[in-house]
């Protein structure tokens, strides 16, 4: 119920349409997607976090929202080569390989097994695939996958680091509000491939990045090998001469 003699505003960060029904399945997800509808209807200003979260509640809720794009705080990156080596020591990460790092929740929507699947039409003796995050996926995951070149690394408090000592970034999502870990990538001067979806389109422009086709292994495949090959700095990847 609204609240009386009160202006409300609440920030939209999901679309409960996909979000839910990937997480929790058809008639649980269907139900919280009511709830979740009939609380935003029940807001005087919601605010999405994305034009295209902003779009899809008004295509499909007929529910107008003003939007304002998710932002993150802006770190001092280094990521030059000599740099790179030191963090990848530190961190135990092999510096004589290109390194695809992966961060957010293990979970159906960011589809994991996807990305592993077209690391390994990839060419994997060159490179090394990192997970960080948790997930309802992620023990399942690791122990079917997880070797030499696949590194699932759960939560970590050092993503920075991580980043920093990568090479590109990898996002297999089928939806999303505006991702701060694609933000992060990007702030931190990595080059993305990522799922062809509305907030990942969104995305486009704000830094160097290639979209592949939403579900499609061989699609993802041929755009990280296309990343590599137009890099402006593909000469030396984190040092290495491909």
Not at 37 to 56: F, G, H, L, T, V
Not at 110 to 134: A, R, T, W
Request: with cysteine; proline share 3%.
């Amino acid at each position: 119920s609204r609240l009386k003699n009160v202006i409300t505003f609440n920030t939209i960060h999901n679309f409960p349409g996909e979000d839910y029904i990937f997480q929790f399945g058809a008639i649980m997800g269907s139900l919280m997607e009511m709830k979740h509808k009939k609380a935003i209807r029940n807001i005087d200003i919601p605010i999405s976090c994305s034009k295209s979260i902003a779009e899809k509640f008004k295509l499909k809720y007929k529910i107008n929202s003003s939007w304002i794009q998710n932002g993150i705080e802006i770190n001092d990156f280094d990521i030059t080569t000599g740099k790179k080596h030191e963090l990848r020591k530190k961190l135990a990460l092999p510096t004589d390989k290109i390194i695809f790092i992966v961060s957010g929740s293990l979970i159906p929507r960011k589809n994991p097994e996807l990305i592993i699947k077209g690391f390994h039409q990839f060419d994997e003796k060159k490179s090394v695939l990192i997970f960080i995050g948790g997930g309802k996926l992620y023990k399942s995951l690791r122990e079917q996958y997880a070797k030499n070149s696949i590194i699932f690394l759960n939560n970590v408090l050092n993503v920075s680091e991580y980043l920093s000592s990568s090479d590109y970034y990898i996002s297999a999502s089928s939806s999303e509000g505006l991702p701060n870990s694609v933000l992060e990538a990007l702030s931190s001067g990595l080059p993305t491939v990522l799922s062809d979806i509305p907030a990942h389109r969104e995305i486009v422009g704000k830094g160097y990045t290639y979209l592949f086709k939403k579900g499609s292994v061989d699609d993802l495949c041929g755009k990280m090998k296309l990343i590599i090959q137009d890099d402006y700095q593909s000469l030396s990847v984190g040092g290495i001469n491909i």
